[in-house]
């Protein structure tokens, strides 16, 4: 089976039906912006958000979809007592089998998997299992079910594009053959040295260490380059963010340790590249706007335009490169070894960090708590055997209960 198969793609002779998880967030948002510069290519089937119930009213007022799925009861109630005040045809769900009834829908088949945090990965799965072509902007469906997820897309024959803007400028930039099959690819083969992931490191590049553990959340969400949500934008800042996507790319192109790089580039117009063993480094380029590489996973293997300005070189100015240091993002190293140290640990270091980020937000630990608790979680919570779904959940559960007992016992 070829994880990103170009086969699979067809001449559209009809609108692609598509469900958006996660739309009222900022991948979800930039998702219905390409969409709505296409009207005539996608049919918006489904659209979930967590609780924001004004911002979902705004989308189905404007797109219409056949339903909108809520988190909670109270969420949905609001939603469909509004949309009935308009007459909208739109039906509202609830909780987590709506999600992934939505998700598997025999009518749908792309879906935007979008939802942060571990919540996304039983919608996400659901779409795997059922064939669909996936977008992928979740994370942590990879982070903490790794080797299953990939065998559930082998298994179904569904189709996985990377919407990460790093991913997505990997998977752009290596070769027809590796992307046809780069689940199973052996770099070697195709003449790839490593590929090399590029990260801003946010706000706090330049702080100096001994104000680190004292940065606010205002500071720590104030990403110099990306407009994103509070959460993706703390991981920017202790750099967890680029552990996940050093733990997806694992994955994603079936690579080995020696074969991922992680490289500062504060300016985030170089998205990522791919080194190749004559000296070639082939890049790719562009506005740090998350349109593009949406854009591109929703047209594959066309390209559609994103509302993505072009990149005007005149201007640009300087492009810098340097190192992570682990004394600056001791996160960045806990996923890097995590990765490679087997499944339960990066199950634990995903649920860990969830519980220690909403801390940090609501003041509970200071910044420089995020990765000592996520280290404490590691050291003294089970690290089972992965072989299941199930397991994965128990194991994300279990860190979740030892990282909220260290929080209020106050370690």
């Not at 059922?130 to 992928?136: A, M, S």
């Not at 083969?189 to 680190?212: C, N, V």
Request: net charge negative; proline share 4%.
């Amino acid at each position: 089976m070829s994880l990103f198969n170009v086969e699979q793609a067809r001449v559209k002779t009809k609108p692609s039906v598509i469900t958006v998880l996660g739309a009222t967030g900022s991948i979800g948002l930039n998702t219905l912006d390409v969409i709505a510069r296409h009207p005539d290519d996608f049919d918006l089937f489904a659209v979930t958000a967590h609780s924001r119930v004004t911002e979902m009213l705004a989308i189905c007022k404007r797109f219409t979809p056949r339903y909108a799925v809520m988190g909670s009861a109270d969420a949905a109630s609001s939603l469909k007592q509004r949309l009935q005040e308009l007459k909208s045809p739109t039906e509202v769900l609830f909780g987590e089998a709506a999600l992934v009834e939505v998700s598997q829908a025999s009518e749908v088949d792309t879906v935007m998997a979008a939802i942060v945090g571990a919540a996304g990965l039983l919608p996400t799965l659901a779409a795997v299992k059922t064939g669909k072509r996936v977008l992928l902007a979740n994370k942590e469906a990879l982070v903490m079910s790794g080797q299953l997820f990939i065998d559930a897309v082998r298994q179904s024959n569904a189709q996985l594009l990377p919407v990460d803007s790093e991913h997505n400028a990997i998977f752009q930039a290596l070769p027809a053959a590796v992307q046809h099959n780069s689940v199973s690819a052996n770099f070697a083969e195709h003449g790839i040295s490593k590929i090399l992931l590029t990260g801003s490191g946010g706000p706090f590049r330049e702080t100096p260490l001994d104000q680190l553990a004292t940065q606010t959340p205002e500071a720590a969400c104030a990403h110099p380059n990306w407009d994103m949500g509070q959460k993706i934008s703390v991981d920017s800042a202790t750099m967890l963010n680029k552990g996940l996507e050093y733990i997806e790319a694992r994955w994603l192109f079936n690579c080995q340790r020696e074969q991922i790089e992680v490289v500062l580039h504060p300016q985030s117009v170089i998205h990522s590249m791919v080194q190749y063993v004559d000296g070639s480094v082939i890049a790719q380029l562009g506005e740090p706007d998350m349109r593009t590489p949406i854009a591109y996973c929703l047209g594959y293997p066309e390209r559609l335009a994103s509302g993505v300005r072009n990149l005007d070189f005149t201007t640009l100015g300087a492009l810098t490169f340097g190192q992570a240091e682990a004394a600056r993002y001791p996160c960045l190293q806990l996923a890097i070894d995590a990765c490679w140290q087997g499944q339960a640990a990066t199950t634990t270091l995903n649920a860990a960090n969830e519980v220690a980020v909403a801390a940090f937000l609501q003041g509970r630990i200071p910044f420089g708590g995020i990765a000592k608790l996520c280290e404490k979680v590691l050291t003294s919570a089970e690290l089972p055997a992965i072989t299941s779904i199930d397991a994965v959940l128990d194991c994300d559960a279990n860190a979740r209960r030892v990282a909220q007992t260290l929080i209020a016992r106050g370690q």
